[in-house]
């Protein structure tokens, strides 16, 4: 089985850096996913991490460490639209299942 | 648009009915999925179909049955509604679900209210 663990809330001021930790548990990791969710709105696909190390994709930056069993999502330059909830998704290797933890808040105030 | 688009939007109904989402998918991906998303925010599979092949089928109730005519649609027929039922519902599709690595593409979800 998988236990990921998020946690839930988090504000921040516009142009701050606010980082979004996830931890897991899994038997088989095969990747580990970051999305982006609005209120209402369908995830969004943000990142994919399989390898150790730092991913930088312009504001956003993601980080795995398979054997702490972390990641986290980096987001700088917050805007007011960065307020959403971010979803970090562990793959499991052998079912192919991806298993979503509850996802962190993130209010952005001007 | 390039897109998964899932109907309705919205659904309110009472127990006991049987109702039916509908997904489909213009992006040319093979694999195609149902989501549920319960009030506390959590993101659950259900179902998972490659090439109209049932490839994950989640411990859920009889009372939903998936299908897919072909790779571009997947419905959700759920039968005997009840209140638990209540929640958003997202289909999504990806390049090849048995590789594992493809990004999900969501569709914008079905609220379904049980009354």
């Known amino acids: 089985g998988q236990n990921i663990d998020q946690p839930t809330e988090m504000t921040a001021t516009e142009g701050a850096i606010v980082q979004i930790n996830c931890t897991y548990q899994t038997s088989g990791f095969n990747g580990l996913f970051w999305y982006q969710q609005h209120a209402g709105e369908a995830p969004t696909f943000l990142s994919y991490n399989v390898l150790d190390g730092l991913e930088e994709k312009g504001r956003f930056s993601s980080f795995l460490s398979r054997s702490k069993g972390y990641s986290y999502l980096l987001l700088k330059e917050l805007q007011m639209k960065d307020s959403a909830s971010y979803l970090c998704a562990v793959l499991h290797y052998g079912n192919n299942r991806l298993a979503f933890g509850k996802g962190n808040q993130v209010v952005v105030i001007p | 648009d390039t897109a998964v688009s899932q109907t309705p939007k919205y659904l309110v109904t009472q127990m006991g009915n049987d109702k039916s989402i509908k997904c489909e998918q213009n992006?040319?991906?093979?694999?195609m999925y149902w989501y549920k998303q319960d009030s506390k925010k959590f993101l659950k599979i259900m179902f998972s179909y490659n090439n109209k092949e049932l490839i994950i089928n989640e411990t859920v109730p009889n009372r939903f049955s998936p299908k897919s005519p072909d790779k571009a649609h997947l419905n959700l027929h759920i039968n005997s509604l009840e209140l638990g039922d209540s929640a958003v519902y997202f289909c999504?599709?990806?390049?090849?679900?048995?590789?594992?690595?493809?990004?999900?593409?969501f569709g914008n979800g079905t609220r379904l209210t049980v009354t």
């Open positions: 999504a599709s990806s390049q090849d679900g048995r590789q594992g690595y493809s990004p999900l593409h």
């Open positions: 992006l040319g991906h093979d694999t």
